[in-house]
């Protein structure tokens, strides 16, 4: 005896509850499976926002000369030209729509002014108060989820999806009672990615062997592995995004939003060593040339006074105070003549609008108020570019036809195509709502609601 729905959802991340809430409105009955004791997955720990390009938001303050188009040509070139085109364009078309949506479910977000690596306008939406954008984000989903009784079940994991006559007919679910069967006309895969799955991202990408994590332990891919046996095509699996500023010991993000914001990087030897606002593949790679392979980030008071994140990554010892330029040299062990030359050039950079050493685009603040705070970091695996193939409607395409496998949908990290060979910070979120959001809708479509 197996239970029925009309569409089961695989994770309960960003990409699975937008998926979720679009379908269970378009009347659709729904059930969402959670392999992990909590719910929400790597979207929790979204740091720093939510990307959206001619948001109303933007051009209350002043940003008005962004659009979808500027926004795909900086992400095509961050994703190193190797992003699907007509991918890229539903993101880009789309995530101002998917932004005001989370406003309508009570969203606290606001435009963000800085631009993270990669962009060339200001286009980073997240909580008001420079909170990390998953903990918000995940708030909404889950308050509209728990208000439309939408079936949401934790400790269970799917270990297959079963077909029949060609078509999605179903889910194989390993749960605290034991194996259960459940029926569906419909799956949505959102089972995110695998950057805590270190067998995995060394089978594609060895040289990554001994990297820290940001990722939450859930992230292993089991996604990519269910899509497979059921013969999904696979998009750049083996574009794995390493993060710049991780903290070694226990693989802490430190958000890049830190350094939109005007935080810069130091080398042991007390010198900058790149522009900042270069993508994150470009930074790292700077970053594991300089000595020990590490860096210092440094922000200064200004942002700290403003940036309830950064108060919390100094009250959970990630950062360090630091009262003085000396006491920065200390810190790092590096000569302070070296440090001090260091902030007077990124202050003469801030004076001038130029940046002569590395050509950084946009300093925002001088970098002068002390106290600073510093945090050590190297890079980490953060972010898997790659994964099921999908069309823009989010159907998962087969490698034997190059056609829809029909029944089965997916949405977000689990998905490959839409970030390239770098995803850009901030797209993360961007992708999961709005291609959640297209996910939910097309397979309410395709089971008739
Ligand atoms: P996205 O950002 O794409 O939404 P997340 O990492 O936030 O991805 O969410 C994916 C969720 O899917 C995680 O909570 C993860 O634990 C869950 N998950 C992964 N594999 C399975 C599985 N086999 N069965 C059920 N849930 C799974």
Redesign the pocket.
């Known amino acids: 005896f197996a239970e029925s729905t009309d569409i089961v959802v ?7 509850l937008s998926s979720a809430i679009m379908a269970t409105e378009a009347g659709a009955k729904v059930i969402v ?4 004791a909590y ?6 720990r979204a740091e720093g926002g939510m990307n959206a390009a001619g948001t109303k938001q933007q051009i209350a303050d002043g940003v008005t000369d962004d659009s979808p188009e500027i926004f795909y040509k900086d992400t095509m070139k961050g994703g190193h030209n190797l992003n699907n085109p007509a991918l890229l364009r539903t993101l880009t078309e789309n995530a101002a729509g998917a932004e005001e949506w989370l406003l309508s479910l009570g969203a606290k977000f606001c435009h963000r002014m800085g631009r993270g690596g990669g962009q060339s306008k200001a286009r980073s939406h997240g909580p008001c108060d420079g909170s990390p954008v998953g903990i918000e984000l995940m708030r909404v989903l889950g308050e509209r989820a728990a208000k439309d009784k939408i079936d949401m079940r934790n400790l ?4 297959d999806i079963v077909m029949k006559d060609g078509k999605v007919a179903g889910v194989k679910v390993k749960t605290p009672e034991g194996m259960k069967t459940i029926d569906a006309k419909a799956v949505i895969l ?4 695998f950057g805590a799955n270190q067998a995995m991202v060394t089978k594609y990408r060895p040289e990554l062997k001994g990297f820290s994590t940001t990722n ?1 332990p ?3 891919g ?2 990519i592995v ?1 899509a497979e046996k059921v013969g999904a095509s696979l998009t750049d699996i083996e574009q794995i995004q390493i993060h710049p500023t991780v903290i070694k010991r226990n693989g802490a993000l430190i958000s890049e939003s830190m350094r939109a914001r005007g935080g810069f990087l130091l080398n042991k030897n007390g010198k900058r060593f790149t522009n900042e606002l270069l993508t994150r593949d470009v930074v790292s790679a700077n970053e594991l040339k300089q000595p020990g392979g590490v860096a210092y980030l440094i922000v200064d008071n200004s942002i700290y006074k403003k940036n309830k994140m950064l108060r919390s990554y100094v009250s959970e010892k990630l950062m360090t105070r630091c009262d003085t330029i000396d006491d920065v040299a200390k810190l790092i062990k590096a000569d302070p003549a070296v440090v001090k030359a260091s902030f007077e050039q990124y202050w003469k950079a801030y004076d001038q609008k130029k940046d002569d050493l590395f050509g950084r685009p946009e300093m925002v603040i001088r970098m002068d108020q002390a106290p600073y705070y510093v945090a050590e970091v190297t890079p980490g695996i953060h972010h898997t570019m790659g994964g099921v193939t999908i069309d823009p409607k989010t159907e998962v395409i087969s490698k034997a036809t190059g056609k829809p496998i029909p029944g089965l949908f997916a ?4 998905t490959g195509g839409v970030h390239g060979g770098n995803r850009i910070g901030g797209n ?1 979120v961007a992708d ?1 709502v709005t291609f ?1 959001r297209i996910a939910g809708v097309n397979a309410a479509k395709y089971v008739g609601k």
């Open positions: 695989i994770g309960s991340g960003g990409a699975g499976l959670e392999k992990m719910f929400g997955g790597n979207s929790t269970n994991q799917v270990t959102a089972a995110g990615g939450h859930g992230a292993t089991d996604g269910l949405a977000g990290e689990v993360a999961i959640g």
